[in-house]
């Protein structure tokens, strides 16, 4: 009970990451790639820095390790652990992407979990020396990943951007239907490999025609920023028009996939994109 008070653990740069560690210290991290430890004063009346380390990128996520360590994750991609009295222990490789967030994997597990800006979530066991820091397993999802959490079941809540939120879970009872995952799948390719030109515009171009909520004319060669694509339809949205376009023989399911990430559609609705694609191939293909 009681109320709440406001306590000032004051920083030279912005603050970016907290984590509880498992000893009841507290660690933050900061744009300038500084990262505190703090520790409870006696009674409870505030909070006294107590060390800390500083990396060379600023820090975007910090999660606790058993003991008192803690993982970091920020700009440069890397995934470093740390013990109780903030020494490097690992680093890993770069990844090639911004990694934004990172969680442990239950209370006193040498597992974290990291999520980066190539909406891959990775897995990694980060046991203390002389053993080394591994990546276990990859799962992409349709954006980049913001936050990480672990539910009471072992499940990951992963936040990603515009495509929503995902739980992972290694239960196979608690999976979702087979075309929900087909459809993810679908998405996260679209996302990590954005469609490439197909053929470059030249003169003459046919014309998509009216008509809103997916109406209109497809084929003859229409063009969507300098790009020729086989069929080209207006699509009304709730702040305003946009466009669906694709080719002969695309895979329908990426490109619902990459409509819906154009746009930020939710992901529940790529079988009504897909429906309606099967339909304008149907119907007016040309």
């Not at 603050?15 to 000893?23: K, P, R």
């Not at 500084?34 to 505030?46: E, M, Q, R, Y």
């Not at 013990?83 to 967030?101: K, N």
């Not at 619902?256 to 293909?285: H, P």
């Amino acid at each position: 009970g009681g109320e709440a008070e406001c306590l000032v653990l004051k920083h030279e740069q912005a603050v970016l990451a907290l984590a509880l560690l498992d000893d009841g210290r507290l660690a933050t991290g900061a744009g300038d790639g500084k990262v505190t430890l703090w520790t409870p004063s006696a009674g409870g009346a505030g909070f006294t820095e107590s060390g800390g380390c500083r990396v060379s990128t600023p820090v975007r996520g910090l999660a606790p390790l058993p003991g008192g360590g803690f993982g970091q994750v920020g700009n440069d991609g890397v995934l470093r652990s740390f013990s109780s009295d903030a020494v490097e222990q690992h680093a890993s490789a770069p990844c090639g992407a911004y990694l934004l967030c990172v969680a442990a994997l239950g209370r006193g597990s040498h597992q974290l979990a990291t999520g980066g800006d190539d909406g891959v979530v990775r897995l990694w066991a980060a046991p203390p020396p002389p053993s080394a820091l591994a990546c276990l397993q990859e799962l992409r999802t349709p954006g980049d990943v913001y936050g990480l959490c672990v539910l009471p079941g072992g499940e990951i809540f992963c936040a990603s951007d515009e495509a929503g939120a995902f739980v992972f879970t290694r239960a196979p009872g608690a999976a979702a239907p087979a075309a929900l995952q087909k459809a993810l799948l679908a998405a996260a390719q679209a996302f990590a490999s954005p469609a490439p030109p197909q053929q470059p515009a030249t003169a003459g171009g046919g014309g998509g025609g009216g008509g809103g909520g997916g109406g209109g004319g497809g084929g003859g060669g229409s063009v969507v920023n300098g790009v020729r694509y086989d069929f080209v339809f207006p699509v009304e949205m709730g702040g305003g028009s946009a466009q669906i376009y694709w080719n002969r023989g695309d895979d329908i399911d990426s490109v619902a996939a990459q409509f819906a990430m154009r746009n930020g559609v939710g992901m529940d609705e790529l079988g009504s994109i897909k429906d309606f694609i099967l339909t304008a191939m149907g119907g007016g293909g040309g």
